[in-house]
């Protein structure tokens, strides 16, 4: 498969990230399920964006199984409480790199997210010849 062109890898990583933040944090007016779920599909998408622009001449199932399985590892690594861990978890960055609380629901947000870039990914890939 042909990488994506860096250019454009940054500015779908800006784009999610500013939408993410975007949903959770700004006083849009959205019900709490698309604040809670959107911000959560928003993330995911960064996780895929990355995984997709390190392994970028890898097949996109490949790439998507990867960020999917980090995706849930992250989810799990909630139920794991040590008090360093959990005073990171206080914190901005902390609230939004690993969250705070267990969710199936998340994972399964995850996953529609990361299945839905990977058919974006198929689009925004240049053609190859």
């Not at 390190?54 to 399985?69: H, N, Q």
């Amino acid at each position: 498969m042909q990488p994506r062109p860096l250019t454009r890898t940054f500015a779908l990583l800006v784009i999610t990230l500013i939408a993410g933040l975007l949903v959770r944090m700004a006083p849009l007016g959205l019900p709490p399920f698309v604040v809670k779920y959107g911000g959560s599909m928003m993330w995911a998408l960064m996780i895929y964006w990355i995984v997709s622009a390190l392994l970028a001449r890898s097949r996109l199932l490949s790439v998507a199984l990867i960020a999917a399985a980090i995706a849930a590892a992250v989810e799990f690594l909630k139920l794991y409480h040590a008090p360093w861990l959990d005073a990171f978890r206080l914190t901005l960055p902390g609230i939004l790199v690993l969250g705070r609380h267990f969710s199936l629901w998340d994972i399964l947000a995850y996953w529609i997210a990361i299945a839905l870039g990977a058919c974006a990914d198929r689009i925004l890939r240049p053609a190859v010849r």
